[in-house]
């Protein structure tokens, strides 16, 4: 089992489109969590931090679930703009950080 | 503000030369670290280095050797490249010496390896 998780998707939605993603973890004592966006062919810019009250960055949305292992990204009225794929990573303690292998999103007109 | 800056953006290589990727950074992180980006894969850890003299292993190393002479720069250098090294390669830095705030990635080389 991978330490992380994600559908790769592709995930299909028309403009304005309400999208969920979810990732599961299997190491219980990993400490940190967030998303990250890569669009196709740069680099992953981090996109937010996971707090386990859940936080929300506009029409952003991240919670996470430390009883089930998993974390969600919530977008909300989607843009054009919002195509990428989305990154999973945790950090389990330490310097090692897992990355998923990332969500496709196409977000169309 | 230049963030990460990675040299160069892209490389061919025979199959048993060597090349230093170089990683520089301006925003005195502690924590630097090198991913290779593979299709289909998460991004897989290299090296990492807490700071300047400090380095250590990662997930998948061998093939490569880093140093860290100074808190900026983080070379990544391949002893023999083999065509299993042709990838897409990250440097990522963090502040207060931990990757637990998150990451400033560089822009990435991709390498091929024939």
């Known amino acids: 089992r991978k330490e992380v998780e994600q559908d790769p998707g592709p995930f299909n939605v028309p403009e304005g489109a309400t999208v969920a993603f979810n990732c599961t973890y299997s190491?219980?004592?990993?400490?940190?969590f967030f998303w990250y966006r890569q669009d196709c062919r740069k680099e992953p810019k981090l996109l937010m931090s996971?707090?386990?009250s859940g936080n929300e960055d506009g029409r952003f949305t991240a919670q996470l679930n430390r009883a089930s292992q998993y974390i969600s990204l919530l977008i909300r009225d989607s843009k054009l703009s919002d195509s990428a794929t989305y990154l999973c990573?945790?950090?389990?303690?330490?310097?090692?950080?897992?990355f998923g292998a990332g969500t496709r999103l196409f977000v169309k007109a | 503000n230049a963030g990460v800056t990675q040299t160069p953006k892209f490389q061919v290589l025979k199959t048993g030369q060597s090349m230093t990727l170089q990683c520089a950074q301006d925003?005195?992180?502690?924590?630097m670290s090198w991913y290779r980006q593979d299709p289909g894969m998460g991004l897989r850890l290299i090296h990492y280095?807490?700071?300047?003299?400090?380095?250590d292993q990662g997930e998948v190393p061998n093939g490569y050797n880093v140093s860290r002479s100074t808190t900026e720069d983080f070379p990544l250098r391949l002893l023999s490249a083999a065509p299993s090294q042709t990838s897409v390669y990250f440097c990522?830095?963090?502040?207060?010496?931990?990757?637990?705030?998150?990451?400033?990635f560089g822009s990435g080389t991709r390498l091929t390896v024939v």
């Open positions: 280095s807490v700071g300047a003299g400090i380095t």
């Open positions: 996971v707090y386990s």
């Open positions: 990573v945790v950090n389990t303690g330490g310097f090692k950080t897992i």
């Open positions: 990522a830095s963090s502040g207060r010496g931990t990757p637990n705030y998150g990451y400033t």
């Open positions: 190491n219980s004592a990993s400490q940190s």
């Open positions: 925003m005195n992180h502690e924590y």
